[in-house]
């Protein structure tokens, strides 16, 4: 079954850097990858997502890039502000007749200092 | 437009009581997933279903677990007889048609406790 590996595990940057989260997945069908941020205690948010006929997509300090030959796609933020510290999830899933279901790899705890 | 509602938002019971675990996904949604994260790891998958049909409940252990969405009324996990092993964060994620590479919204989660 799809893999999905994460790294780093943990990222601190100062206020006003960039973060770049990095995933890897297995299974050549999967087609679709979102992004979440997870608070402590809440549910994951939806913050961006890439399907496999784009290789680039962003949103104001927020870009997603896929390299569906590599297998691996990544998560940038820039100018990182204090409010962005969470835990991120990076996920794939293939389309419907697979399931739909999500695999997440297994997160990335993100400090940003003030 | 209310988003994912999950109850009740925490959860404790005994060894070998059940635990019944509320969704309701956001309007006009009729697909929900559920998950399960254990501490300090990632989400896990168990199951997908529709409305009184599941679709796929390969995450599913095999014993004590069940779900369902019934035509009317939330979507319902139910774990029997649980253990300390069971202790985690339930959430459930909505789609809107389920089909390709659907975009899912999740709730605020169940923490569920086994004392």
């Known amino acids: 079954g799809e893999n999905v590996e994460q790294h780093p595990s943990t990222l601190s940057v100062q206020e006003g850097d960039s973060a770049v989260i990095k995933c890897t997945y297995s299974?050549?069908?999967?087609?679709?990858f979102p992004w979440y941020k997870q608070e402590l205690g809440k549910g994951p948010q939806l913050i961006i997502d890439?399907?496999?006929?784009?290789g680039e997509k962003k949103d104001q300090r927020i870009a997603v890039t896929l390299n569906k030959t590599a297998k691996h796609f990544s998560l940038h933020i820039t100018e990182t502000q204090p409010e962005d510290s969470a835990v991120y999830f990076c996920?794939?899933?293939?389309?419907?007749?697979?399931?739909?279901?999500?695999?997440f790899g297994a997160g990335t705890i993100l400090r940003v200092k003030s | 437009n209310a988003g994912v509602m999950q109850n009740p938002r925490h959860l404790v019971r005994r060894r070998g009581q059940e635990a019944r675990l509320r969704c309701s996904p956001m309007?006009?949604?009729?697909?929900v997933y559920w998950y399960r994260q254990l501490p300090e790891e990632g989400l896990k998958f168990m199951v997908y279903?529709?409305?009184?049909?599941?679709?796929?409940e390969s995450g599913m252990p095999k014993e004590r677990f069940s779900a369902e969405f019934p035509k009317e009324g939330p979507s319902i996990l139910r774990i029997q007889q649980v253990v300390r092993g069971d202790s985690a964060a339930y959430f459930c994620?909505?789609?809107?048609?389920?089909?390709?590479?659907?975009?899912?919204?999740f709730g605020p989660g169940t923490r569920l406790t086994v004392l």
């Open positions: 309007k006009g949604h009729s697909h």
């Open positions: 994620a909505s789609s809107f048609s389920g089909g390709r590479t659907d975009t899912q919204y």
């Open positions: 279903l529709q409305k009184e049909n599941i679709i796929d």
């Open positions: 299974d050549s069908a999967s087609n679709y």
């Open positions: 890439i399907r496999s006929n784009v």
């Open positions: 996920a794939a899933s293939k389309s419907r007749e697979y399931g739909n279901k999500l695999v």
